[in-house]
């Protein structure tokens, strides 16, 4: 019975004791501190290196984008931060050797191409467009399928490739701010050139014609070369021989 009234008073006591807790955060002094503290822990966000925070406030973003370091703000939905990598060069894919471009000469060639970006505009980047990487890519796609209709096939294949790459990334560039996506064009790179796998055989047959060509063509200037230096001293000798006569014919009928 006495372990029972114990365990009784205790019970009465922590129950208490809980009431006059919960009793002292409900007054005005001590919530108002508890709730602004519980909101502040909320708002700190940590921004990377190499990244900054693009802060919209009530939905209107801010202009000045939030630093690397910790950053306080309002909890959502006052406030909302969100990270952008500014540092990080990224890549883009244009084109893979599956699928052949057009030249301008009408043969296919195969390339694999890739944009190299970042990121000039954090707030029109993240804001701006829904989705920029592709976006970009597919301004660039569509400037590199114009700058290869435009250049025939052997151009492409040997000293024209530093021309696509920059008429491309010229080319993605304006096309980049125009769509106000906030992205700086590093660069474009042919990482590989090749004819596609089925017209191979039919291209080096071409090649092999074209080199033929060239060799009958440097044995016919070889020829001439040798032959028409020989010709004219034969014909100025002929010619001479002929005045001569002539001047000998002349004096025996003087």
Not at 43 to 68: N, S, W
Not at 154 to 164: A, E, K, N
Not at 233 to 246: I, L, W
């Amino acid at each position: 019975t006495g372990s029972i009234a114990v365990s009784t008073l205790l019970g009465r006591g922590l129950a208490a004791s809980l009431d006059d807790f919960v009793s002292r955060l409900s007054r005005p002094r001590v919530l108002a501190p508890l709730a602004a503290l519980v909101l502040l822990a909320g708002g700190v966000t940590v921004v990377p290196t190499g990244h900054v925070g693009v802060l919209e406030r009530l939905g209107t973003p801010v202009a000045q984008p939030v630093p690397a370091g910790l950053a306080a703000r309002w909890p959502p939905p006052f406030e909302r931060l969100t990270l952008v990598n500014v540092a990080t060069v990224r890549r883009s894919e244009l084109a893979r050797p599956s699928t052949p471009l057009l030249t301008a000469d009408g043969a296919l060639v195969s390339l694999d191409v890739g944009v190299y970006w970042t990121v000039s505009d954090p707030l029109r980047f993240a804001l701006h467009a829904a989705a920029p990487e592709p976006a970009l890519a597919s301004l660039a796609r569509a400037a590199l399928v114009q700058t290869v209709a435009r250049l025939p096939l052997d151009t492409v294949l040997t000293d024209g490739r530093d021309t696509v790459e920059h008429q491309v990334a010229a080319a993605a560039q304006v096309a980049a701010d125009s769509a106000g996506l906030g992205m700086r064009v590093e660069a474009v790179q042919l990482a590989a050139v090749a004819v596609p796998a089925p017209v191979q055989a039919a291209f080096l047959d071409v090649i092999s014609a074209g080199e033929h060509k060239r060799e009958l063509i440097n044995e016919a200037e070889a020829y001439e070369a040798r032959v028409v230096p020989s010709a004219r001293g034969t014909a100025v000798s002929r010619v001479e021989a002929a005045r001569g006569q002539a001047a000998g014919l002349l004096v025996q009928a003087g």
